[in-house]
Every structure is written in structure tokens, then in C-alpha cells.
């Protein structure tokens, strides 16, 4: 007998030990409690994998009952760490209620929870750690098939004194409330069955008949009521790659091992992973909030949270009006009232033009025609993220990664120049949304944030819930010092009410960011962190670490500069320019330079020094340009600016967080003040897209200003796509509106053809040798071009793509009013 037999034999007694000692535990002769130590988890393995299952079980409560008999009373010890998720989704319907209590869309203690497949009560019990259950909810229904799972959980409420709490030994599918509720909306007399809260923890995949249950469950919830879900799934990505609705697919996939493994293993216990109930459950609600989560403690099993509402999003009125009202403040569209409909069309001032909608719109109105929720952005609290498709190529590019941490722009020389107002309406890069921040200070009619990589938008998202959930204390730890511990149960119990699907997705899987012991927390993501990296890392292996302190602590100028030598003896020596700084990949991955802009500073520096194009060619002459371009804007930085008290961009550099007296304006205690009062967000629009498509989906003249950074440095001189998007500003501005511009060139090539789109540019700031443009001084030169003139679109420039609308769509499509005399609603 080899090894190998000895093996089988030792694994096969083992095995027979341990249903031996699970049988003695189960008989009341034995003075053995079963239920607690080791025997707990004993019972656990009997009852799920070695057990048989009953085969007289004549219905699905006796099936059940089989499965669930022997184990009841272990089960709340031996599920803990096998059920994942269940707390997050808690906490998730949990921050929803309040927000709507806030919104007073339901009364204080006056909400109804339905628990179905609650089986021993843990989820109610587990809710308490967000709202107090017996005073937060009028009534609680526990609804569960298996009679030892109910009577545990009996025991539990008797044990607690919860007297709002039911339980229910019924069906799902049927079940009936020994109350009936009164329904508000109509008459004294009339009942209703409508709930504000349905959950369910794991029981869906335990449900044969899945499908009316779920059909059950649309007539339960109130219009403004909420579906929480929590369960075990499988799934390919190209199952949703083509649903719009879905809230986002980010960790959807589960690779094909995975898939077969998992679903072959808990069809033993009778629990079904099939992609199709987590697909029918989307289809039957919309979606507000959806992730999908591993539990790694367990072998990477998957797992999702899915908080759902009725399809309908305006109970009072139609779907489509109130689809129209959110479209017009995306376009900068007038919305003509229904009952004002005539009498502003008589009123009519201004030439109609073209019909104008956005992504959303047109997404929405096909999903409408075809019985479909509408995009999950549409179910959200607030609607300044518009819908986008997370699935493109020109957003899954980005890697699930942002490149900037914090925003390179001086917004006090913006202030400056373009001197915002109430009336104006701003486009503007995104970028990590600071400048947003700074904007939405000065009270403008709508911001417009514009970005392609989503990432920067989450970014942006989180910043704006942060105004409207969480203390100046909280924010600060955040975006001030980079680092929360508790960032994970904000991110559910507070922020989540107010970030899209999309949003929150990304920042459960990135909690990490500012929870993590190590490192600088959020000033050390993105792709800018190796530059920031680098300079710490230079710092402490040359022991200037000390003068570099020193140097964020000086008291003036003078100070300063003393100190600055040394430190500039590493930072900008010959040797690291030319291993690290002057490399293509350094300058994009590092700094965010692409090689049309690198180009630029090239180009620039052989005009300046008279250089002929043949020495392009030479890599030390190249990397000789790029090394002066980088002196020329540290240098007079340290000279003219003071980093202790004004220059946050390159303190926060050196210490990898802002101070109390070094920071954006966004993160003092009086703009936290303002803006986190009602409505500050109200003019706020963020859309996931480039410039040229927000451009084509907002009615012409209606922009006062663009902010469009150093973005057309990234264009290709010898292509047409420069002109093109100077042609599509022109048709967005009105007249006298301007666009502010920032260029690693002096002397930009693409200026040439704003001044052939009807602007006149001038350049309101030049960084020549020496000298400081603002706090950054990375960019060359500053530039306003107003705009004097219209000019006519090319046919191509003027053509707006569009989704083939089915022919029950198109009524929808042209309701939409031209009128500008109406005002603008502001949602």
C-alpha cells in the first residue's frame, strides 16, 4: 500500500469521525451543546454537504425545512462570514430612507420594511447599527418558508422587545400582511399592500419560481419605496454589454472557471447562480445603486448589491415629461411648460434651430418604447452625472484609473480673467474637479464639467457628496490630509445617497485609497503619483527630507530661496533629466504630457535658440529642451511664490497633503459652508464624454464661457480635428463669450485658426525665462479668445450623431419646444 492509499484512507476516517461526532452532538442524551465551539461548525458541514436531502419533501417549505432543520439554531454563527455584503446592503437602503426622510418623502417612524427570506431575523436585528428598527419603522415583516428559521427568529425579537416586529411563515411569493396599510394617495377607506422597504438576503438564489416572486414584488413597493438586494451570482460581461440600465458593469465579469465551479458547487444545496435572476431583477426595477463584490475570504466567491425602485420615476406625471425637463438643463434647452405651451409659442422671439438632446435623452426615450428601465442616472437623487456608456473603448482605456489627484490649475488667476457671474455658462475639463469647486463659488447659472476618463468625474462626484453629507471635519481628512480610516462606512451610510451607480462602484473597490496605513493616501493614486513619488523618494535617499520640510515651513521669500539650492542640486540635475525627466513615458505617464504637447515645448525651444530642424532628430539637443523647460518653472517658483501659506500645488508635492494654512479655497470652512447649503449643486452638469460631443448636445449661442485648459496642445498639427473643435466653440458661445485656454508654447499654432472662427485671441500671460505666470508656472502662456462673429458649420461639423430611434419614439422626440423665452428649470 502506497502514500497515496494511506491518504485516502486517512481522509476517509476523518470524514466518519466528524459525521460520528455531528450525530452524538444532535441526540439530547449527549450532554453536548452542539451550538456553540466547534460543533457549531461541525453541524454546519453535516447539514450542508454531507447530509442527504430529504427525498419525501413534497413542496418547497418541506425541501426547506430539510435543509434548514438541523442547523437553525448555528446558523447566524456559521453564515457570518459566508454571507457577504449583507451589512453594506443594510447600510445602503438604510442611507436611502434618511436621505428621503430628509426629503420628507417619508414620514419619521412611519416607514414599513418587508424582510422576504429573512430567515432568523439577523437582518433586522443587523439594520439597528444604522437606524433604531423599533423607532425608525412603524412595522417590520419578516417573511420566511422554513418553520426552525422563523422560530429562531421569534426568539430573537422576544429577546430584544422589538414589538414591531412580525414574523411571517409564509411564502414569498404570496404572502399577505396581517395588516393592510392605508394607502395615503387615495381615499380613507382604501388598503394597500405597498411597503416603503422590501429586502432580500440571500433568498432569491433559493427560490425556484423566481420569476413571479420578483413579478410580486413590483406591486409591494410605494413609487417612492426601495428594493434591496444581496446575493450569490454568476455572470459573463457580455450578457450586459448591451443594457444601458445596469448601473454600471465594473467587476460584473466572472471568468468561465469560476462560473462553472461556482454554480456546480451550490447546486448541491439547491441554491441557483444563474445569471438570470440578478438580470430579471434589473429589469423589473431600475436601478439606483449596483455592485458586484468578491468574497475572498472564501475562495473568491461572487456576490452583488443591487438597491432597486419602481420603473416609473414621476408617479404624478409622465415619464416623458419629466425626461424632457432633465433634458433641457443637460442642452441648455428652454423647456416649454404643458400648461404654458401656447401662449409661449406665440411669444417666440428667436429663430428655432435644430432640436438638440442629449445621450440621456436619447437613451431614455428608446428604453421608454421598449418597456425597459431607464438608465440608472435617472433613478439617482441628484442628476448633475449624465448617463454615459461605461462600456466604449474610449472610457474602459483609462484602466479603472485617473490621472490627476489634484487639479494644475491656478484658479485664482481664472477669477482673474474671467470674472464669473450669476449669468454665465461655464464649460470646463474636469480634470480632478477642483477648478469645478472653485467656479460653483461664484454662484454661475450652470457648470458644465466635461471629461472622457470617468474616473475624473468619480472624483469629481465624490468631492460634490462630500459637501452635501459629511462635516468640514470629515472632508478635510479626505482632501486635506489624503487619508480617512473610516472612508468605507461613509462611503455607504452618508455619501452613497448622493453618488451615481457608477461612482460608488468605483470607490467601494478603491477604499483602499484613503484607508490604507501605508503611503499618502489619495495623493498617491492616479497616473501623476510617479512624479510626486519620485520627488519624495529623491528627497529621502539623498537626506533632504529635513529641507524639504523646511522649505514648506519657510516664513518668507528670503528663507525660501536659502534653502532651495540644495534641494535643486537633486531635482533638477543633468543626470535625472536625462535617465527619467526628458523620456517620452516620464512626461505622459509621470506628468500627463502626450508627445503633441512635448512636441510643442521642443519646437519652442529650437526657435528660441535658433536651431535648425535637423537637430530635432538629436535626442541630447531634445532632452536639453525639456530639462530648461522644467527649470524655467520651478526656479521662478520658489523665487516668487511662497509655499508655506499660497503655493498648495508644490506643497502638496513635497509633503503629500495640504496644511490648515496651505490648501485649495474648495476646502476652507466658509466655501464648505456655502457649498454645502440646498441647491449649491443645482447648476451642476457632469458628462462623461469629449468636448466636441458635449459641444454638438447643447443648444448653439448659449455658453458665456469655455474652459478648456491645455487640452487643444494634445491636438495633431497637420490634422483638421484643432479647427473643427474652434469651429463647434464658435456655434456654442455667445457672442462676446470667451474661452480661456492654457499652452506649453508661447506662441500656440492652433491659435491661427480661433482667429479664423471668429474670435480674437489675446495673450493675457507669458512665462519667459525667469519670470512666474501664476502659482503652477507649468504652462507657457495664458490665452483669451472672445468670440465677435458666428461662423457657418461645414454640413460635417454640424451633423450630431444620433440613435436610431424606433418609430414608437419619435412622437417623443419632437415635443421638445425652441422656444427661449421660456426659463430655464432648474432640476
Known amino acids: 500500500m502506497d502514500w497515496l492509499h494511506l491518504y485516502i484512507a486517512g481522509s476517509g476516517l476523518l470524514v466518519f469521525g466528524l459525521v460520528g461526532l455531528v450525530m452524538l452532538a444532535s441526540f439530547h442524551q449527549v450532554k453536548i451543546n452542539a451550538d456553540h465551539g466547534a460543533f457549531t461548525y461541525f453541524k454546519f458541514i ?5 447530509k442527504p436531502h430529504d427525498k419525501k419533501a413534497g ?131 382604501s388598503t394597500t399592500d405597498r411597503v416603503d422597504l422590501i429586502t432580500m438576503s440571500y433568498s432569491l438564489s433559493m427560490i425556484p419560481d423566481y420569476y413571479s416572486v420578483v413579478d410580486s414584488l413590483t406591486s409591494r413597493v410605494k413609487p417612492n419605496g426601495l428594493l434591496g438586494v444581496c446575493d450569490f451570482y454568476v455572470q459573463n460581461i457580455v450578457d450586459v454589454s448591451s443594457r444601458n440600465y445596469t448601473g454600471g458593469a465594473f467587476n460584473r465579469h466572472v471568468n468561465w472557471l469560476s462560473r462553472l465551479f461556482w454554480r456546480a458547487w451550490f447546486e448541491f444545496d439547491r441554491v441557483g447562480l444563474e445569471a438570470s435572476r440578478r438580470d430579471y431583477l434589473e429589469y423589473k426595477f431600475g436601478t439606483v445603486i449596483s455592485t458586484s463584490e468578491r468574497n475572498y475570504l472564501l475562495g473568491g466567491i461572487p456576490y452583488y448589491i443591487f438597491v432597486g425602485c419602481p420603473k416609473d420615476i414621476a408617479p404624478t406625471s409622465s415619464d416623458q415629461a419629466a425626461i424632457e425637463k432633465l433634458d433641457a438643463t443637460f442642452t441648455e434647452s428652454p423647456y416649454l411648460l404643458p400648461a404654458n405651451h401656447q401662449k409661449e409659442r406665440n411669444n ?95 454662484n454661475p447659472k450652470r457648470v458644465h464639467a466635461v471629461d472622457l476618463n470617468p474616473n475624473q468625474n468619480h472624483l469629481l462626484e465624490l468631492k460634490v457628496a462630500s459637501y452635501m453629507a459629511l462635516g468640514h471635519r470629515d472632508m478635510w481628512k479626505m482632501f486635506g490630509e489624503g487619508k480617512h480610516a473610516q472612508f468605507r462606512e461613509l462611503l455607504i451610510s452618508k455619501l452613497s445617497p448622493h453618488l451615481s451607480s457608477q461612482a460608488f462602484q468605483y470607490w467601494l473597490e478603491h477604499a483602499e485609497t484613503f484607508t490604507s496605513k501605508s503611503g499618502h493616501g489619495l495623493y498617491e493614486t492616479g497616473g501623476s503619483r510617479h512624479a510626486i513619488r519620485m520627488v519624495r523618494y529623491l528627497c529621502k535617499m539623498f537626506g533632504l527630507e529635513g529641507e524639504a520640510r523646511k522649505l514648506c515651513e519657510a516664513q518668507d521669500l528670503n528663507e525660501q530661496r536659502a534653502i532651495w539650492p540644495r534641494i535643486r542640486s537633486v531635482l533638477l540635475s543633468k543626470p535625472l533629466n536625462w535617465a527619467i525627466v526628458s523620456t517620452e513615458w516620464f512626461a505622459w505617464k509621470a506628468a500627463g504630457v502626450p508627445r503633441n504637447q512635448r512636441n510643442m515645448i521642443v519646437d519652442d525651444y529650437f526657435r528660441r535658440n535658433g536651431l535648425t530642424s535637423e537637430m530635432k532628430k538629436r535626442k541630447d539637443v531634445s532632452g536639453q529642451s525639456i530639462w530648461e523647460y522644467v527649470v524655467d518653472t520651478l526656479d521662478p517658483v520658489v523665487k516668487d511664490t511662497l509655499l508655506s501659506n499660497d503655493n498648495y500645488f508644490y506643497y502638496l508635492c513635497l509633503q503629500g497633503k495640504f496644511s490648515r494654512r496651505c490648501h485649495p479655497s474648495y476646502l476652507s470652512p466658509q466655501t464648505h459652508v456655502r457649498l454645502s447649503t440646498p441647491g449649491a449643486f443645482d447648476g451642476l452638469r457632469i458628462h462623461t464624454d469629449e468636448i466636441n460631443e458635449v459641444i454638438n448636445r447643447i443648444t448653439p449661442g448659449t455658453l458665456t464661457i469655455a474652459v478648456v485648459m491645455d487640452s487643444m496642445d494634445w491636438f495633431d498639427p497637420t490634422g483638421d480635428a484643432a479647427i473643427a473643435q474652434a469651429r463647434r466653440l464658435n456655434h456654442a458661445l455667445k457672442k462676446g463669450g470667451r474661452i480661456l485656454l492654457r499652452s506649453a508654447s508661447i506662441e500656440p499654432w492652433y491659435i491661427a485658426h480661433f482667429e479664423a472662427s471668429g474670435f480674437t485671441a489675446r495673450r493675457v500671460g507669458a512665462r519667459f525665462q525667469g519670470t512666474c505666470i501664476d502659482r503652477v508656472n507649468m504652462y507657457a502662456s495664458t490665452w483669451i479668445c472672445t468670440k465677435q462673429e458666428d461662423v457657418i458649420l461645414p454640413k460635417t461639423d454640424r451633423t450630431i450623431s444620433a440613435l436610431a430611434l424606433p418609430d414608437s419614439a419619435v412622437d417623443v422626440t419632437r415635443r421638445r419646444s425652441t422656444s427661449a423665452s421660456v426659463e430655464d428649470l432648474e432640476l
Open 46 to 50: 453535516w447539514a450542508n454537504f454531507l
Open 59 to 189: 413542496d418547497q417549505q418541506d425541501a426547506l425545512e430539510s435543509f434548514y432543520k438541523t442547523q437553525a439554531t448555528v446558523y447566524d454563527t456559521t453564515r457570518h462570514r459566508l454571507l457577504r455584503g449583507r451589512e453594506d446592503m443594510l447600510g445602503l437602503v438604510a442611507a436611502q430612507l434618511k436621505f428621503k426622510q430628509e426629503k420628507r418623502e417619508i414620514k419619521v417612524g412611519k416607514a414599513i420594511w418587508v424582510d422576504v427570506g429573512g430567515g432568523t431575523g439577523y437582518n433586522i436585528e443587523a439594520m439597528s447599527a444604522f437606524v433604531p428598527v423599533n423607532k425608525f419603522f412603524e412595522h417590520v415583516y419578516l417573511v420566511d418558508l422554513s418553520p426552525s428559521l422563523c422560530e429562531v427568529a421569534r426568539q430573537r425579537f422576544e429577546r430584544l422587545g422589538w414589538k414591531n416586529v412580525t414574523v411571517l411563515c409564509q411564502n414569498a411569493r404570496s404572502f399577505q400582511l396581517p395588516e393592510r396599510l392605508v394607502d395615503p394617495r387615495s381615499s380613507a377607506s
Open 348 to 442: 417666440a422671439v428667436v429663430e428655432s434651430t435644430s432640436e438638440v438632446h442629449s445621450k440621456a435623452y436619447e437613451s431614455a426615450v428608446v428604453n421608454l418604447s421598449a418597456n425597459l428601465p431607464l438608465p440608472s442616472a435617472f433613478y439617482q437623487n441628484h442628476h448633475y452625472r449624465i448617463y454615459y456608456n461605461d462600456m466604449l473603448p474610449k472610457h474602459t482605456q483609462f484602466q479603472n484609473e485617473y490621472i490627476y489627484a489634484f487639479t494644475w490649475e491656478d484658479p485664482r488667476v481664472d477669477h482673474r480673467l474671467l470674472n464669473i457671474g450669476p449669468d454665465d455658462v461655464i464649460l470646463a475639463i474636469t480634470s480632478a474637479g477642483d477648478n469645478i469647486l472653485d467656479y460653483l463659488q461664484k
